[in-house]
């Protein structure tokens, strides 16, 4: 499995920005995809994720109310809008996906060569 990240870039404070996320080869029938992002100097930390039938959605609490993850499964494509964006926000995001009963643990099996979003104040 191959994921494509795309959708980065350099944005204000307050402005938004959607991350796309395109997964390729051989992707599992039932497979849960999620965003992670890791700023300069720190760890990757959990963003959000989604299950592979679009039901449940979980968020990291610092983007709660603000980002908005959603797949495609016709285009094998996860999607995470962001909105109202904080300097703060500024890393490298990352796409993820897995089979869904990892990924409900916290497993993610493939990884995307991540995006750049950069925040101006």
């Known amino acids: 499995v191959q994921l494509q990240a795309s959708g980065g870039g350099l944005v204000q404070a307050g402005d938004s920005l959607r991350l796309s996320c395109r997964a390729s080869?051989?992707?599992?029938?039932?497979?849960?995809m999620g965003w992670f992002r890791q700023a300069p100097g720190k760890e990757r930390e959990f963003v959000a994720n989604?299950?592979?039938?679009?039901?449940?959605?979980r968020y990291a609490d610092s983007v709660k109310g603000r980002f908005t993850i959603s797949r495609d499964n016709a285009k094998n494509t996860v999607y995470l809008t962001t909105n109202n964006l904080r300097p703060e926000d500024e890393a490298v995001y990352y796409c993820?996906?897995?089979?869904?009963?990892?990924?409900?643990?916290?497993?993610?099996?493939?990884w995307g060569q991540g995006t750049l979003v950069t925040v101006s104040s």
């Open positions: 993820a996906a897995g089979p869904h009963y990892r990924t409900i643990n916290g497993m993610y099996d493939y």
């Open positions: 080869g051989s992707t599992p029938i039932k497979y849960g």
């Open positions: 989604i299950d592979w039938s679009n039901d449940r959605t």
